[in-house]
């Protein structure tokens, strides 16, 4: 069942994705002389690449596949999620601040399921700030480990909450956010 129903989702959003792939090389080619435009268009396409990655995985782990394990340079994949989602704390006038100790090791691991959590935390953590509150990033090594926190100011989770915090698609946001 998991199978199938990751093969419709990819098909269901593979096929609007080559679409704005199309579009979006098409005026690739015409903003030349606009950085800001020209930026904007490989940004689109790099996002597409990643998206087509997620459907990848979601493929892979509908099949049983075991994630990769590639070499991930932790300060690498920090600045990836913070260059995405840096946009969103600065619509949110939430200040986002980097604290990565100097030569963090390589680790294992698969670069897009650690960068995909980063970002997720990230957001999470904008979302439970103000204007003018700090998130902070960290990676440091911690007993021989490499460990990367997110930290904000918000109210937290409530008691009642903690225990579901891991189930898959809990939020306590309202509907539609």
Avoid at 49 to 67: M, N
Avoid at 124 to 150: F, H, K, P, Q, Y
Wanted: hydrophobic share 45%; net charge negative; aromatic share 2%.
């Amino acid at each position: 069942v998991m199978g199938t129903l990751a093969m419709g989702v990819a098909h269901e959003i593979s096929t609007p994705l080559g679409v704005i792939a199309a579009r979006a090389e098409q005026v690739a080619a015409k903003v030349d002389g606009d950085e800001r435009l020209r930026t904007s268009v490989a940004t689109i396409l790099a996002q597409i690449d990643r998206i087509k990655q997620v459907i990848g995985g979601l493929l892979g782990l509908a099949r049983g596949d075991a994630p990769s394990a590639e070499r991930i340079e932790p300060a690498r994949v920090i600045a990836e999620a913070v260059g995405l989602t840096e946009h969103r704390f600065g619509q949110s006038r939430v200040r986002l601040r980097s604290e990565l100790d100097a030569n963090l090791p390589v680790v294992l691991g698969d670069p897009r399921l650690l960068e995909h959590a980063v970002v997720n935390l990230l957001l999470n953590a904008c979302d439970a700030s103000r204007a003018d509150d700090e998130v902070t990033v960290r990676a440091r090594v911690l007993d021989g480990d490499v460990e990367i926190a997110v930290e904000d100011v918000g109210s937290g989770i409530s008691p009642a909450d903690v225990g579901r915090a891991l189930e898959p698609f809990f939020t306590t946001k309202p509907r539609g956010q």
